[in-house]
């Protein structure tokens, strides 16, 4: 029997991480994958549920959590209501957020019989694939690191030139939520924080220096992160697989929302590739 349960843990930075957990009661540990959701997303985006739940069909435990400062509350996980926390989101903060959730699952008691605690692996779309590829490059508790359309870099999320000035004059630049309309705030020290971190957020250096088993996959279609940055990111590390879809855009054939039944079969793809990756 599947079972899924939801948990609020205490983040590094003052808001608390929202997370849930999917898997089959067999009382025996089982692979861990932690899913890490890209700009603009949540844990309950689209077909991800869709996703945990396969995922743990095939005996994973499967964890998803919010970013704490990704503008979902506890009461609205889905809308972007607190926009004065996305406005100070960061990628020291994501990586935080993460070692947060790799901690908690690593320490807790309440899953000694179905977590392998040991054979502990990540998982990010687009640009929570960059961050899972980072903290893999920091961390030697992770066995295998996947990203799903992910970022070759983050330099990319900051405007340029004349529009860098007024940001940092005004403190703020907005970017549309295409669903909801809403205007989304970026206060300053977002890029300072990338300024300040810029060593540790080289994904090209992370790579090079610690090359994680690490499985790629990316739609030839993708038009959001181009095909060039997965095969940026499979040179980068000799210890990479890559796996190209032929269509499925940046999403595999996803939504939101997504109403149906079952997975696009894109994004069922990818999770097979991803199952087999994990159990080889």
Avoid at 52 to 70: L, M
Wanted: aromatic share 12%.
């Amino acid at each position: 029997m599947l079972s899924k349960k939801e948990f609020v843990i205490e983040g590094q930075h003052s808001r608390p991480i929202l997370i849930d957990v999917s898997y089959k009661n067999t009382y025996q540990p089982k692979p861990i994958i932690i899913f890490c959701h890209g700009y603009k997303g949540f844990k309950d985006w689209g077909a991800w549920n869709l996703a945990a739940q396969k995922f743990a069909e095939q005996n994973f435990f499967f964890i998803k959590f919010n970013f704490s400062h990704n503008g979902g509350t506890m009461e609205n996980p889905i809308d972007f209501p607190d926009l004065e926390a996305f406005a100070e989101d960061n990628f020291s903060k994501q990586l935080d957020d993460l070692q947060s959730v790799m901690d908690w699952i690593l320490t807790t008691k309440q899953f000694v019989n179905e977590a392998n605690v040991q054979d502990l692996n990540l998982l990010g779309h687009s640009r929570g694939g960059g961050i899972v590829l980072l903290k893999s490059g920091e961390s030697k508790q992770v066995s295998k690191v996947i990203s799903w359309g992910g970022v070759s870099d983050f330099e990319r999320a900051f405007p340029k030139g004349e529009k860098l000035k007024t940001w940092q004059e005004e403190d703020v630049f907005y970017v549309e939520n295409s669903r909801t309309k809403q205007q989304l705030p970026h206060h300053f020290q977002f890029y300072l924080d990338y300024k300040e971190n810029e060593n540790r957020f080289n994904l090209k250096k992370s790579l090079r220096q610690k090359k994680t088993s690490h499985l790629i996959v990316h739609a030839k279609d993708d038009t959001t992160v181009k095909i060039d940055d997965a095969e940026k990111l499979h040179q980068w590390n000799t210890n990479s697989e890559i796996f190209i879809l032929p269509k499925g855009g940046h999403t595999f054939g996803a939504k939101h929302p997504w109403d149906k039944n079952s997975l696009p079969e894109a994004l069922d793809q990818a999770i097979e590739k991803t199952i087999n990756f994990i159990k080889k």
